[in-house]
């Protein structure tokens, strides 16, 4: 059966940093294409990064451009959203989601962890 | 970057409407378009991938359509557990949601 499952979810303070997780299992994650969005309290969802199955094509929102990096370990099948420099904007469950190519839909999604910013 | 205008934003309907929900695009996706569902708590389901193809598993009376810019979401005749939120997504140039559409009981 396949499984996302996030972790790293916390409160952390303005300025702080953050390292996202999500663990794959029951398909071979190798051959996946990788998601991360968000969904602040309330509100709709937000892409905010893509990465290929080799990790070698990489994209990001413009509101998360420069601050968060998205990275994968196939041997471990994990994903990862390194997030620095938080303000209270990025106060959200955070998804991860796969695809089989960077144009098909993401058809399963973990079920979220949530990271708030506040002091 | 590709935005999706989705609307309406809500709707009040009754178990056994047909429900129809709109997507535009500030440029052409092709068929790059995208539906989910979201129940609160949970994470996003996918409906329809590439406008109008159906995922497995979901009811039939969910259908997609539309290319280009405008795109559409129908439900036949509303069931009780499509009482939900949907989002429409763009996966032609990298990823863009709509910002939902809350189906509510009237």
């Known amino acids: 059966e396949v499984s996302l499952v996030e972790s790293g979810g916390a409160v952390v303070q303005p300025g702080g940093s953050l390292r996202l997780s999500c663990a794959a299992s029951?398909?071979?994650?190798?051959?996946?294409?990788m998601n991360w969005a968000r969904q602040a309290p309330g509100k709709g969802l937000e892409w905010i990064s893509y990465?290929?199955?080799?990790?070698?094509?990489?994209y990001y929102a413009d509101s998360v451009k420069g601050r968060f990096t998205i990275s994968r370990n196939n041997a471990k099948k994990s994903l990862y959203l390194q997030m620095n420099s938080l303000t209270d904007e990025d106060t959200a469950v955070y998804f991860c989601s796969r695809s089989l190519s960077e144009w098909l839909p993401d058809d399963y999604w973990g079920q979220g962890t949530l990271v708030t910013v506040s002091s | 970057d590709v935005q999706m205008t989705q609307s309406p934003s809500s709707l009040s309907a009754s178990v056994g409407d047909r429900v129809t929900i709109t997507c535009r695009a500030s440029?052409?996706?092709?068929?790059?378009l995208n539906w989910y569902q979201q129940k609160p708590g949970k994470a996003p389901k996918l409906l329809i991938y590439?406008?109008?193809s159906l995922q497995s598993g979901v009811p039939s009376r969910f259908s997609g359509s539309g290319s280009g810019t405008d795109f559409t979401l129908t439900i036949s005749s509303l069931q009780p557990e499509d009482f939900a939120t949907y989002y429409c997504q763009q996966s032609f140039i990298a990823r863009t949601f709509g910002q939902g559409t809350k189906v509510e009981t009237k």
């Open positions: 590439a406008a109008s």
């Open positions: 440029q052409s996706i092709n068929n790059y």
């Open positions: 990465i290929n199955s080799r990790g070698n094509t990489i």
């Open positions: 029951g398909f071979t994650f190798s051959t996946y294409d």
